[in-house]
C-alpha cells in the first residue's frame, strides 16, 4: 500500500482542524511519502517562518531512522554526539523531538510520516496522531 495524496491531504488538513479547535499556536503539517518526498505541505495563517522546515526535518528524521519523534528523542538523549552528526548525513533534516510522527497501515507498513510544528512538540504530536487516526491509518510516535 501507498500513501496516497488524497490520504496525505486529509491527513495535513485534519492536523490543523486539531490545532484550531484546541485553540493552539498556528501549526504548519508537512506529510512524506515513505521515500522523504513531500507529499503535502499546509500552513495555517500567521504560523511563523522556518515551520515547513522544521515539521520536513521532524517527519524526515523519522523515515531515516524508522522511529516516531519520542522514540528518537530518547536515543538522542543517550548518545548526543551521534544525533548532532545525523544532522549533517539527513538531506531534509532530523529534529529528535515529538511532533515527527510515522504513519503505518493497518499491517505495520510505514507509508510515510508526519511532521508538525507551529506549537509545543507535545501539542504538536496531539495534532497529528489525532489526523493519522481519524484517516484510519496507525501514528506511530515512539512511545
Not at 490545532?19 to 508537512?30: E, I
Not at 528518537?72 to 554526539?81: G, I, S, T
Not at 544525533?83 to 510515522?102: H, N, R, S
Not at 484517516?135 to 506511530?140: E, M, N, Q
Request: with cysteine; hydrophobic share 45%; glycine share 12%.
Amino acid at each position: 500500500m501507498r500513501l496516497t495524496f488524497d490520504q496525505a491531504l486529509a491527513i495535513a488538513k485534519a492536523t490543523l482542524e486539531e490545532g484550531r479547535g484546541r485553540d493552539f499556536a498556528p501549526l504548519c503539517a508537512v506529510v512524506l511519502d515513505a521515500g522523504a518526498h513531500p507529499v503535502v505541505i499546509l500552513r495555517d495563517d500567521g504560523a511563523s517562518i522556518s515551520r515547513p522546515e522544521i515539521a520536513t526535518a521532524k517527519a524526515a528524521g523519522c523515515l531515516g531512522m524508522g522511529l516516531g519523534g519520542r522514540e528518537l528523542a530518547k536515543r538522542a538523549a543517550h548518545v548526543p554526539y551521534f544525533f548532532a552528526a545525523l544532522t549533517t548525513v539527513f538531506p531534509k533534516g532530523l529534529l529528535p523531538v515529538p511532533g515527527g510522527v510515522l504513519i503505518r497501515d493497518e499491517t505495520g507498513e510505514v507509508l510515510g510520516a508526519i511532521g508538525v510544528s507551529g506549537d509545543t512538540s507535545d501539542n504538536d504530536e496531539i495534532c497529528a496522531v489525532a489526523a493519522i487516526e481519524a484517516a484510519g491509518l496507525k501514528a506511530d510516535t515512539g512511545a
